[in-house]
Nanobody, 126 residues
C-alpha cells in the first residue's frame, strides 16, 4: 500500500506550532520520496517540503525555510512536518504525497506526485 495517511491539523494562533504526521508503508520510505504540499482556497497546490529516500535529502519552499522541518522515523513508517511560528498565510489543507521520482521547482518538489493522502486542514487565526 502506498496511500499515505495524514494527521495533525487543527486551529492555532499565529506564532504557534503544529506537527503533521504522514504514515506510509515501509516500502515507501525505503524507495519513494515523500512530500508535503498545501492548497489554500482559491490557490494552486504548492510544494512545502519533501524528503528523499536513501540519504534523506530535504527540500523546502522559501516561504517556510527556517520555520518548518521535515523528518522521518523509519521505525514508525512516518514522515513528520514540524511547523513553528505559524502565520495566517500558512492556512491551507496540507497533503502528504509519495512517488518513486520527483522534480524540483523553485527549490522544492513539484506537486506532480502519484499517491496522495486525503489532506489535513491547518488554520492559523487569532
Amino acid at each position: 500500500q502506498v496511500q499515505p495517511v495524514e494527521s495533525g491539523g487543527g486551529l492555532v494562533q499565529p506564532g504557534d506550532s503544529l506537527r503533521l504526521s504522514c504514515v506510509v508503508s515501509a516500502f515507501t520510505l525505503d524507495t519513494f520520496v515523500v512530500g508535503w504540499f498545501r492548497q489554500a482556497p482559491g490557490k494552486e497546490r504548492e510544494g512545502v517540503s519533501c524528503i528523499s529516500s536513501g540519504d534523506g535529502s530535504t527540500y523546502y519552499a522559501d516561504s517556510v525555510k527556517g520555520r518548518f522541518t521535515i523528518s522521518r522515523d523509519n521505525a514508525k513508517n512516518t514522515v513528520y512536518l514540524q511547523m513553528n511560528d505559524l502565520k495566517p498565510e500558512d492556512t491551507a489543507t496540507y497533503y502528504c504525497a509519495t512517488d518513486s521520482s520527483f522534480s524540483i521547482v523553485r527549490g522544492v518538489c513539484a506537486p506532480l506526485f502519484e499517491y496522495w493522502g486525503q489532506g489535513t486542514l491547518v488554520t492559523v487565526s487569532e
